[in-house]
Each structure stands twice: as C-alpha cells, then as structure tokens.
C-alpha cells in the first residue's frame, strides 16, 4: 500500500457494497473491528468495538424484558444426553447440530453430555421440581447465554457454531395466558428493534414447517436486508403442554385438580448485530443508530504545529461539556481525512471537527454519518444540539430502512411472477397460500425462497394458492432468505 493509499484510510478497501454484498459485509465487520475469525472454524471472536454494541443492544433488550415482569436466571451449559432425548421432536429437530461432551478428562462418561444448543430440556427439568401450585405460576425467567450449534456453514454474526442470545421461558397457568405471553414477547422485539436498532420488522406466525422443534406454533420478526434477502431476528414458541407432559411440570390448580402448565420460550440473539450492519450500512462502512452506537460522538481535531496545544485543550473541553454523551477524542497522530474515513467506517453517527476557524468562531463542525450534512454550531448551543441530531439520525436510519423495505414489497399471484419477480428485484413478496405444505416445498425448490412469515393482517379475500390454484387459506410473504 502506497501512503496515498494509506491517507485515503482503509475504507478504500471494503469491497463495493453493490457489487458483492457478502464480501462488503464481511469486509465491514472485521475492518470495523466488530468480529473476527478464529482458527476454530465457525467460531468468531467478538472483538472490544463489537462486543460494546452487543452490550449496548443487551442493555435495552434486557430493561424491556424486565420491564415486562421477567427475571434473570443462568442454567448450566451441559445437559445430559437422557434429559435432552426426553423429547423426541425436540432432540431430532436439534440433533445434526448437537455438540457433544463424551470425556471428562481422560475417562470416558458414562452418560454423553451435550452443550446446549437451546435450554427447554435442562429449565423444564427443574421446573417440574419447582412447580407446585397454582401459586407458583407464573414462571416468567429469562437467561442470557451461550449455545452452541455446530453448523455447517457460518458466516460472522448470522450464523456460527458458537453464539450469544438471552432465551426466555414461561410457564402459565392457561393456555391463553401463554399464547399472550408469546405475542407479548413479539411485541418487545419489535419495538426493540424498531426504537433501539431502528429496523422495521414484520411479524407473524411462521408456517408448520418452520416452526421450532417442539413448539404448536412459532412467531417471528423478519427484517429486510439491504441485498433484499430476508433476515429472522427473533422468535417466540408457543410451546402448549408438549413440554409440560414430557417433563411433568404439573401443579396443583384451585379446584384441587392436577393440572399439566403452559408454556412458551423465546430468543433474540448475536444476529442482531448482523441485521444492524445489513440494514444501515453503506458503501462507507456501518451506520450506527445511535441509541446503540458505542461511539455517539467523535471529536477530531484538525491540528497545525501552531495551534496544537490550544486545539487539544479545546477539544477536551468539548468532550467535557459532553459528557451526557458517548463521546471519544481522537487524539492519534494519524491524518484528520484517515480519521474520517475510519469514523465512518466504524458507523460513529456524529463527527465534530475542530480547526483553527472553529476555535476562533466560538464553535465545531458537526457532520453526520448518516446523511453526510455538515454545519457550524456554536459551542454554547452544543448539547442541546447533539441531543436533537441523534434523535434525528436515529429517526432518518428507521426511515431509510422502511422506504427501502417499502419499495421492496411486492404482491405476486403465480409462481411464475414470483420467480421472476426475485431474479428482477429481491424483497418481501406476498401471495396466497393454500396451507399445504406440499405447495410450499415446490416454492422453495423452484425459487429457493421461503414463507417467512403468514401476517397477522390476513386479508379477507385471499386470492387462489400461488402454486396448485385452490382456495388460498393465508396469505403468506415469501422471500430468499439467510
Ligand atoms: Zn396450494
């Protein structure tokens, strides 16, 4: 590398965003330091930058699961293999991707033991211990863990062996207690990931065939990506008495009878990250909504030989005056454009410069990410003015995001449309669906797209089945998914 090149930062070697999205996107995420690979395959590090975004993520997911009256818990890593094959649709849907313990040291165990790939076996166990009475319920616990699914291909964030989530579950007394726990929890996530990561979703229920190993009905929330590829960025099971009778979490109801609880378990996890870079990135690296930004602000000084001293005390003034903020002083020796570059490509979502001009007029020069405006602000009037630009910013991120999801929403009547509607443009594209799963297996061979969810608005009129012609039952949204 030249050291023009060198000047130019290294945002000029993150691949074109429209020429190959996968290699932009793994491109941003280890440039920008979020994630990178191990030599464990399929195993990711996530590095300083990346792990104070997950924190910040964390943060506003676990007041709003709070918020709802649940609590933290931590249930071990290692379930022994006869609890896990307790259920059998459960253990099978799991199975490929089991990880398995089978040494303690040098001598072999008796019992295999695997790392959890999900809880349900090893939480319902105990809460068939802890159940008694109608008194106890209900059971509303949330853990944030690590799993483990050992996984065939992996991509950073979306997909690896090893990953982070919270999983929720709940125990009821009735089962439509339980099914409004469910939806509840997919309201929490929407308005997670609409506030706090500003990505619009969608939500639904998902069909049979994708549902969780287990559950009667699974709910989802989709968000759109910017190659027009469909993200799942969360899920809630209602899991109906399924668990319950396997496990025998029973308890004693008011009228004296024994009676099998109601269930359901819910996750979001590192995957967010990932739908966060795919959803507001762009040619120059990430954009970060800054509720979660790990960096709000960034100061940079513009420094001549002259002057050094006087904008370095400036500068740390403007820090101090914003100190309500995430705030960070970029003091390294490097050029003030290498900079730039740099803060662009880690997302930061306001960037103040100062040079001589500005100290002499009493202000900064504010640029945001997001739009790349620039302007003057007066020093006096700045908190007040950084509190309003990342309140605008987050807005204009969730606003792009709906408009690109908007003109990416199509309405197709035949599998023929909907082929060549995704080899033209990739999106969300809704059709009438009969219910069979026989139709829904042909979409998927001929377009390799799926249902990714069958909305809660359901029209009245729902057209005839996109593949055999009969009487649509749903009108489902489909999509080339990860
Ligand atoms: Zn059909």
């Known amino acids: 590398m030249s050291t023009d090149d060198m000047k130019k930062g290294s945002v000029e070697v993150i691949p074109d965003i429209n020429e190959d999205f996968s290699a932009w996107y793994t491109g941003v995420v280890r440039q920008a330091k979020l994630a990178d690979y191990t030599t ?256 709000q602000v960034v100061i940079v000084p513009i420094l001549f030989d002259r002057s050094r001293e006087e904008t370095f005390h400036y500068c740390s003034y403007v820090g101090e005056i914003l100190s309500e903020f995430r705030v960070e002083l970029d003091d390294s020796d490097k050029s003030p454009g290498w900079k730039f570059s740099e803060h662009e490509l880690r997302g930061v979502p306001l960037r103040l410069e100062v040079g001589p001009r500005d100290m002499e007029g009493d202000q900064v020069t504010m640029v945001r990410r997001d739009t790349g405006e620039k302007r003057p602000v007066l020093i006096e009037d700045l908190p007040g003015v950084i509190k309003e630009t990342l309140d605008l910013v987050q807005d204009e991120l969730y606003r792009q995001a709906l408009v690109y999801r908007e003109e990416r929403t199509f309405r197709v009547k035949t599998l023929a449309e909907l082929s060549d509607g995704l080899e033209e443009v990739r999106g969300f594209h809704h059709a009438p669906w009969c219910g069979d799963v026989i139709c829904e297996t042909r979409v998927k061979e001929e377009t390799k797209a799926t249902i990714r969810l069958l909305p809660f608005d359901q029209p009245e009129e729902k057209g005839a089945c996109l593949v055999c012609g009969k009487d649509g039952r749903w009108e489902a949204i489909f999509a080339r998914a990860y």
């Open 40 to 295: 464990l395959k399929g195993c990711m590090v996530i590095r300083p930058y990346g792990y104070a975004l997950w924190e910040n993520m964390q943060a506003h997911l676990d007041a709003r699961i709070k918020a709802t009256g649940h609590v933290n818990a931590y249930f071990p890593l290692l379930i022994p293999e006869s609890l896990l094959a307790k259920e059998a649709e459960h253990v099978q849907g799991f199975a490929p991707e089991v990880a398995w313990v089978t040494h303690g040291g040098e001598k072999e165990l008796e019992e295999r033991v695997c790392i959890r790939p999900t809880s349900e076996a090893i939480i319902c166990s105990l809460y068939s211990k802890w159940i008694q009475s109608y008194r106890d319920l209900p059971v509303l616990i949330n853990q944030w863990a690590n799993v483990v699914r050992w996984e065939k291909v992996t991509r950073l964030f979306l997909r690896t062996t090893e990953f982070l989530w919270q999983e929720g579950h709940t125990c009821h007394r009735t089962e439509a207690e339980a099914i409004n726990e469910a939806l509840k929890m997919l309201e929490v996530y929407e308005r997670f990931y609409a506030e706090d990561l500003a990505i619009p979703v969608l939500k639904g229920l998902k069909s049979q065939s994708e549902k969780f190993a287990g559950a009667r009905d699974t709910f989802c929330v989709e968000a759109l990506m910017k190659d027009g590829r469909a993200l799942q960025v969360g899920t809630t099971h209602d899991l109906g008495q399924h668990f319950a009778k396997v496990f025998d979490i029973t308890f004693l109801d008011e009228d004296e009878s024994q009676k099998y609880v109601w269930q359901t378990s819910w996750g979001v996890s590192t995957r967010s990250v990932g739908a966060v870079v795919m959803t507001h990135g762009d040619e120059r690296g990430l954009r970060l909504p800054p509720r979660i930004a790990p960096v």
